[in-house]
């Protein structure tokens, strides 16, 4: 939910709202205060609180002393009187909500965490869990499931963390715990590679340059002795990957078999990690199967959102200023 205010945006405040304001704040920490803007958090209801430096400060208002919301709001006692102050503070909220929108439509939840989580806590870069969030959480992080929260885990592995520590909540340390790492998944009794492996491609060109499989024969390999996976149309045998993979057999496991291109994309690999991808090519999905419309989903949901979302903010934006001027 976000609430706005003639002199403030609320947000209730969770961990990866937290996130994304510590990122976006920390990028603009030296411009806001110049420009008359801070970001506080504190009540949602009132005038929001702290000090509004520009950078994220934390005040405890809630009835537990649980902090209850976000605001980036003015924090001027009068209107800045000429045009070129205006337009200065009319241009850093902009460039604010601008580079805020980025971060959250630029990223996914467990994105974020990677960005923001070495900003709070730069030894703890492991995200909580690899499976692909709703679609509705990569853009509105509240409320994420447990597995996606930021935890004080590393709060306590830094004790000498400071004000950082404060954007961070606690939460029962069996959730931060890492599973267990999976037991061997019993593979089926596969057939030996494939009816149509070995075929090529009709049409040829780079997507048509391998062995072709049906999904259901990638699905078979899902388990630790053959491990299968679909990423943009293409499979990999990543079965000798498993114990390298730097972020652990169990996401792998829990990919092989299936198409696992959301996933991969949603971890925000490094291109070092897609270069590797080419040592477990083994081959293409019928091209039947391919399904590429997604990938026309996924342009509608990287970017639709973001611009209705600009759009509103803009308007709200407008709606504010006008506001401002009128008192
Ligand atoms: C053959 C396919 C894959 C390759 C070659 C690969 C490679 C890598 C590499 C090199 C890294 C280190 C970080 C980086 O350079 O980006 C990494 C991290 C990671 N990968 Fe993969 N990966 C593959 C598939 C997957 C899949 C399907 C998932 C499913 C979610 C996944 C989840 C992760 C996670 C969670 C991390 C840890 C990120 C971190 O701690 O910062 N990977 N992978």
Not at 220 to 245: K, M, P, Q
């Amino acid at each position: 939910m976000l609430v706005a205010r003639s002199s403030a945006w609320m947000l209730p405040l969770d961990e990866c709202t937290r996130a994304v304001f510590a990122a976006t704040a920390a990028v603009c920490a030296a411009e806001l205060p110049a420009a008359g803007l801070g970001l506080s958090t504190g009540h949602c209801v009132g005038q929001p609180q702290g000090s509004g430096n520009g950078a994220l400060s934390t005040t405890k208002t809630g009835a537990g002393g649980e902090d209850t919301g976000i605001a980036l709001h003015n924090t001027w006692r009068t209107p800045p009187a000429g045009k070129v102050q205006r337009k200065r503070h009319k241009s850093v909220y902009l460039g604010f909500i601008w580079r805020l929108f980025g971060v959250l439509s630029s990223t996914n939840a467990r994105q974020l965490q990677r960005a923001a989580l070495p900003l709070l806590c730069p030894r703890r870069t492991r995200p909580h869990s690899s499976r692909p969030l709703p679609l509705a959480a990569r853009y509105w992080p509240a409320p994420l499931p447990a597995p996606f929260l930021l935890v004080d885990s590393c709060a306590r592995s830094h004790p000498t963390a400071s004000s950082s520590r404060s954007l961070l909540v606690s939460q029962p340390t069996a959730r931060l715990r890492r599973p267990r790492r999976a037991d061997p998944v019993r593979c089926a009794k596969l057939p030996a590679a494939s009816m149509e492996a070995g075929k090529r491609a009709e049409g040829g060109g780079e997507a048509a340059a391998g062995p072709v499989f049906t999904l259901q024969e990638v699905a078979r390999r899902n388990c630790s002795r053959e491990a299968w996976l679909v990423i943009h149309g293409r499979v990999y045998d990543v079965t000798r990957f498993l114990e390298e993979h730097p972020g652990g057999e169990e996401v792998l496991l829990e990919q092989a078999g299936k198409d696992a291109t959301e996933s991969f994309e949603d971890v925000g690999h490094s291109t070092d990690a897609r270069e590797m991808l080419k040592q477990y090519y083994i081959g293409e999905v019928h091209p039947d199967q391919n399904v590429t419309s997604s990938g026309q989903a996924s342009f509608w949901s990287t970017w639709l959102i973001p611009i209705f979302g600009a759009l509103v903010l803009g308007l709200m934006y407008r709606y504010y200023m006008l506001e401002g001027r009128s008192s």
